[in-house]
């Protein structure tokens, strides 16, 4: 297809109709321009493919396909190749089923532990984030699907997520809730990028020129397509004005007769209507080319890659004497409602038509094992049934170990509404309470989609959390559970004991429809440890059945600029007895800083198998990201001068190996003095330390040429004198020079524009 011939001998009308979907899955097609209709569906985990009833809710079946680990269960992963496995083969389910766009992944950051999307996005953290979102759109599109990053932005709450306004400043903006999205917009090149309901700032993100054109296009580079999610338009023309191109669903062409006035009317210039039919037919013809007519998928094979996935995400979070892995001869007690129907996707538009679920009962009875199985609870129920914990109880003691299968059931975890608290039903609480004081021998199996309070987790002898683990769930956590696997998952978000503990307890999900991000940078594990306040479980954190130790910290330079690249490495060594994953973790924190930091942060990480007694050296890369943070007087990232202590280890508070480097800083930050300007930055500057040290000492009546004048040892004396008048004045405007008495208002109306015009602070 020749693009730009085609858009010549569009009219007004067909252009319009273009920048609208056709029915709820394709774009708009033009037979007699030859012009076909794309596919796309949702699908981050799973492909949800309608083939009659159509609804972007999950409302309707959609065709059986293989269900997958949900996002923030891959998160737990902390593997790259994880995520580019699950990208790979959902890319050739997709060229099987002719799916040319995969609506995915979600890349909103996790700010509250009741988002009800939480299932559906990695991390509290923008690096994890953007890391492991690479990774998936880098494979998904390696087989010719174009994947549609969302939602684009500050999308981070079900509350008012149709209509609510985001209040959030440019740096935690850029810093947290951008940073992801422009990681995976240079690295990984999204065909396509999904603008959110909300909107940012006091403007909806479907209108908003600043997000989709100034920052997306014009900063990052994005040269995709930008698509509104469903039904997140207010007024198509100021879409089109602010850089939309497609909207979607279709409709009944109302929107398409908005257009044709506007430009009619000379409100809209035609150029613009034109690069967003530019934008859509390059995506459409990108499509035609890298459709492959003859592609098959073994559903058979993609079950398994999904255990696999589910094996490598699971989290062991506490284990006491080693009690997994289990033994195959001791009498097991299996508990718990989800042990038959497990809880293993999320629900809303993201939901899959499993091609074959495996519970974990059935595995267990597959192998032989010496298992009774008792419900203990109904999952479409709150109120503990006392018959139903009696009967576990009396299970539970008459075994070596009870394992409860628990967490959150679908309605308290799904598209289009909030969690409202915490805490799992009463009824699972209450059961494990019980059959823990009747058998100290506990293990609870964790089906959760995000984090929840635990009473009882001082009660239990070990927790394997295996998220919400996609339909090979019950493989899973038999093969770990038996120790044919070993876990190596780490948690990708907080588990704080008390919701009131978050950072956004007080601002989530906001008043009648307005949420302001007070928190600002200070999102999950970087308030916490800001804070000093203890977790139940912290970020990054997960436990194995071998010992891994860290030794022989080495970095290639210990002074660098923040143009330079550097390298650090470590020996990991598996001191155990069983084969495990060790992920390795590295977090920056920076020494005393002019700008409020998080005390560390993850500034990168790899997951590194080990044979007992295996060694082996693990290496990064240091460079600019690494050690910037997002300047909102440049707006843009800046790497301050300052000593950076540099650790690694296992999770966000086991960090064993440090070493501080020293960064230079190579751009200048611009300080505009006034005579309000605190005395503590002008002496920051050469020139007014300068300036205001000649000004001090005249205080003590020793004028610059008696100072000049001076022996070094009558200098220093002076010096000595001039100090606690310097540290006192820090905090007073510089005017304060001339109240002194020591200052005329002329010199210091020379020194500010001297200032300003000659000189500059290097941070």
Same mark, same amino acid.
């Given at each position: 297809?020749?693009?730009?011939?085609?858009?010549?001998?569009?009219?007004?009308?067909?252009?319009?109709?273009? @920048?609208?979907?056709?029915?709820?899955?394709?774009?708009?097609?033009?037979?007699?321009?030859?012009?076909?209709?794309?596919?796309? @569906?949702?699908?981050?985990?799973?492909?949800?493919?309608?083939?009659?009833?159509?609804?972007?809710?999950?409302?309707?079946?959609?065709?059986?396909?293989?269900?997958?680990?949900?996002?923030?269960?891959?998160?737990?992963?902390?593997?790259?190749?994880?995520?580019?496995?699950?990208?790979?083969?959902?890319?050739?389910?997709?060229?099987?089923?002719?799916?040319?766009?995969?609506?995915?992944?979600?890349?909103?950051?996790?700010?509250?532990?009741?988002?009800?999307?939480?299932?559906?996005?990695?991390?509290?953290?923008?690096?994890?984030?953007?890391?492991?979102?690479?990774?998936?759109?880098?494979?998904?599109?390696?087989?010719?699907?174009?994947?549609?990053?969302?939602?684009?932005?500050?999308?981070?709450?079900?509350?008012?997520?149709?209509?609510?306004?985001?209040?959030?400043?440019?740096?935690?903006?850029?810093?947290?809730?951008?940073?992801?999205?422009?990681?995976?917009?240079?690295?990984?090149?999204?065909?396509?990028?999904?603008?959110?309901?909300?909107?940012?700032?006091?403007?909806? @993100?479907?209108?908003?020129?600043?997000?989709?054109?100034?920052?997306?296009?014009?900063?990052?580079?994005?040269?995709?397509?930008?698509?509104?999610?469903?039904?997140?338009?207010?007024?198509?023309?100021?879409?089109?004005?602010?850089?939309?191109?497609?909207?979607?669903?279709?409709?009944?062409?109302?929107?398409?007769?908005?257009?044709?006035?506007?430009?009619?009317?000379?409100?809209?210039?035609?150029?613009?209507?034109?690069?967003?039919?530019?934008?859509?037919?390059?995506?459409?013809?990108?499509?035609?080319?890298?459709?492959?007519?003859?592609?098959?998928?073994?559903?058979?094979?993609?079950?398994?890659?999904?255990?696999?996935?589910?094996?490598?995400?699971?989290?062991?979070?506490?284990?006491?004497?080693?009690?997994?892995?289990?033994?195959?001869?001791?009498?097991?007690?299996?508990?718990?409602?989800?042990?038959?129907?497990?809880?293993?996707?999320?629900?809303?538009?993201?939901?899959?038509?499993?091609?074959?679920?495996?519970?974990?009962?059935?595995?267990?009875?597959?192998?032989?094992?010496?298992?009774?199985?008792?419900?203990?609870?109904?999952?479409?129920?709150?109120?503990?049934?006392?018959?139903?914990?009696?009967?576990?109880?009396?299970?539970?003691?008459?075994?070596?170990?009870?394992?409860?299968?628990?967490?959150?059931?679908?309605?308290?975890?799904?598209?289009?509404?909030?969690?409202?608290?915490?805490?799992?039903?009463?009824?699972?609480?209450?059961?494990?309470?019980?059959?823990?004081?009747?058998?100290?021998?506990?293990?609870?199996?964790?089906?959760?989609?995000?984090?929840?309070?635990?009473?009882?987790?001082?009660?239990?002898?070990?927790?394997?959390?295996?998220?919400?683990?996609?339909?090979?769930?019950?493989?899973?956590?038999?093969?770990?559970?038996?120790?044919?696997?070993?876990?190596?998952?780490?948690?990708?978000?907080?588990?704080?004991?008390?919701?009131?503990?978050?950072?956004?307890?007080?601002?989530?999900?906001?008043?009648?429809?307005?949420?302001?991000?007070?928190?600002?940078?200070?999102?999950?594990?970087?308030?916490?440890?800001?804070?000093?306040?203890?977790?139940?479980?912290?970020?990054?954190?997960?436990?194995?059945?071998?010992?891994?130790?860290?030794?022989?910290?080495?970095?290639?330079?210990?002074?660098?600029?923040?143009?330079?690249?550097?390298?650090?490495?470590?020996?990991?060594?598996?001191?155990?007895?069983?084969?495990?994953?060790?992920?390795?973790?590295?977090?920056?924190?920076?020494?005393?800083?002019?700008?409020?930091?998080?005390?560390?942060?993850?500034?990168?990480?790899?997951?590194?198998?080990?044979?007992?007694?295996?060694?082996?050296?693990?290496?990064?890369?240091?460079?600019?990201?690494?050690?910037?943070?997002?300047?909102?007087?440049?707006?843009?990232?800046?790497?301050?001068?300052?000593?950076?202590?540099?650790?690694?280890?296992?999770?966000?508070?086991?960090?064993?190996?440090?070493?501080?480097?020293?960064?230079?800083?190579?751009?200048?930050?611009?300080?505009?003095?006034?005579?309000?300007?605190?005395?503590?930055?002008?002496?920051?500057?050469?020139?007014?330390?300068?300036?205001?040290?000649?000004?001090?000492?005249?205080?003590?009546?020793?004028?610059?040429?008696?100072?000049?004048?001076?022996?070094?040892?009558?200098?220093?004396?002076?010096?000595?004198?001039?100090?606690?008048?310097?540290?006192?004045?820090?905090?007073?405007?510089?005017?304060?020079?001339?109240?002194?008495?020591?200052?005329?208002?002329?010199?210091?109306?020379?020194?500010?524009?001297?200032?300003?015009?000659?000189?500059?602070?290097?941070?």
């Amino acid at each position: 297809m020749q693009i730009k011939d085609v858009i010549s001998k569009l009219t007004l009308e067909e252009k319009a109709s273009l @920048c609208s979907g056709q029915g709820y899955w394709h774009t708009q097609p033009i037979a007699d321009k030859k012009i076909p209709a794309i596919l796309m @569906c949702d699908g981050p985990v799973g492909l949800r493919k309608q083939n009659k009833m159509e609804d972007n809710l999950g409302l309707y079946d959609s065709v059986q396909t293989v269900c997958f680990p949900s996002t923030s269960t891959l998160a737990n992963s902390f593997s790259r190749e994880s995520l580019a496995l699950v990208g790979q083969t959902l890319g050739s389910e997709c060229q099987a089923q002719n799916v040319s766009m995969l609506l995915g992944p979600g890349m909103n950051i996790k700010r509250n532990p009741l988002g009800g999307r939480n299932f559906e996005y990695y991390s509290e953290d923008p690096y994890l984030t953007g890391e492991l979102a690479s990774s998936y759109v880098t494979a998904l599109q390696g087989k010719g699907v174009a994947a549609c990053t969302k939602h684009f932005a500050g999308n981070n709450q079900e509350t008012y997520r149709m209509s609510g306004n985001s209040i959030i400043e440019e740096r935690p903006l850029h810093e947290i809730y951008l940073a992801a999205f422009e990681k995976v917009v240079k690295q990984a090149h999204p065909r396509a990028i999904m603008c959110a309901y909300n909107a940012l700032n006091g403007t909806f @993100c479907s209108e908003n020129k600043s997000l989709l054109t100034d920052i997306l296009r014009d900063r990052w580079g994005f040269n995709g397509l930008v698509v509104t999610d469903w039904g997140a338009v207010k007024n198509r023309v100021k879409g089109l004005l602010a850089g939309v191109d497609l909207e979607m669903p279709g409709g009944s062409g109302a929107q398409d007769k908005n257009i044709i006035e506007a430009v009619r009317s000379g409100k809209l210039d035609e150029m613009i209507l034109d690069k967003a039919v530019l934008n859509i037919l390059t995506f459409v013809n990108q499509s035609i080319n890298n459709q492959q007519r003859d592609a098959t998928t073994n559903l058979d094979q993609d079950h398994q890659i999904a255990v696999k996935l589910a094996v490598n995400s699971a989290v062991l979070m506490k284990n006491n004497n080693n009690l997994l892995p289990l033994n195959r001869d001791k009498q097991l007690a299996f508990i718990g409602e989800f042990a038959e129907k497990p809880r293993y996707q999320g629900g809303g538009s993201s939901h899959v038509n499993s091609y074959h679920v495996d519970t974990a009962l059935n595995w267990a009875r597959s192998q032989h094992l010496n298992i009774n199985y008792a419900q203990g609870y109904d999952q479409d129920k709150i109120t503990p049934n006392s018959a139903l914990i009696e009967e576990a109880v009396s299970l539970a003691k008459k075994s070596d170990v009870a394992i409860i299968f628990a967490g959150l059931p679908e309605s308290f975890e799904s598209e289009g509404a909030d969690r409202q608290s915490m805490a799992m039903p009463e009824n699972q609480d209450a059961l494990i309470m019980a059959v823990t004081e009747a058998q100290p021998n506990t293990v609870v199996v964790l089906h959760t989609g995000s984090a929840v309070e635990m009473p009882w987790q001082n009660n239990v002898a070990a927790i394997l959390n295996m998220g919400l683990a996609g339909e090979g769930v019950g493989s899973a956590t038999g093969k770990l559970l038996f120790g044919e696997n070993n876990p190596s998952g780490r948690l990708s978000e907080t588990y704080p004991y008390h919701l009131e503990d978050s950072p956004s307890f007080l601002n989530f999900p906001g008043e009648e429809g307005t949420v302001h991000y007070r928190e600002n940078i200070f999102v999950g594990y970087r308030y916490y440890d800001k804070k000093k306040l203890s977790v139940a479980f912290p970020f990054g954190s997960g436990l194995s059945y071998t010992n891994f130790t860290y030794s022989n910290l080495q970095t290639s330079s210990t002074t660098i600029k923040d143009t330079d690249q550097a390298t650090i490495s470590c020996l990991v060594k598996n001191e155990g007895n069983y084969t495990g994953q060790e992920v390795v973790q590295l977090y920056v924190e920076p020494g005393e800083s002019a700008v409020l930091r998080p005390q560390r942060e993850l500034k990168n990480f790899t997951k590194v198998l080990l044979q007992p007694g295996e060694c082996k050296r693990v290496s990064f890369t240091l460079d600019k990201e690494t050690f910037a943070y997002y300047n909102d007087q440049i707006h843009n990232w800046h790497v301050e001068s300052n000593s950076y202590t540099l650790s690694i280890g296992p999770t966000s508070h086991n960090l064993p190996l440090s070493v501080n480097i020293q960064v230079t800083s190579t751009v200048p930050i611009p300080i505009h003095y006034t005579s309000f300007t605190a005395i503590g930055k002008v002496v920051k500057n050469p020139l007014g330390k300068k300036v205001v040290l000649e000004t001090l000492r005249e205080v003590l009546h020793v004028t610059s040429k008696q100072y000049q004048e001076s022996s070094t040892s009558d200098q220093k004396k002076i010096d000595q004198q001039c100090e606690p008048i310097l540290q006192s004045a820090l905090t007073m405007p510089l005017s304060s020079l001339v109240s002194l008495g020591s200052m005329k208002s002329s010199d210091l109306s020379q020194l500010i524009t001297n200032l300003n015009t000659k000189s500059s602070l290097k941070k």
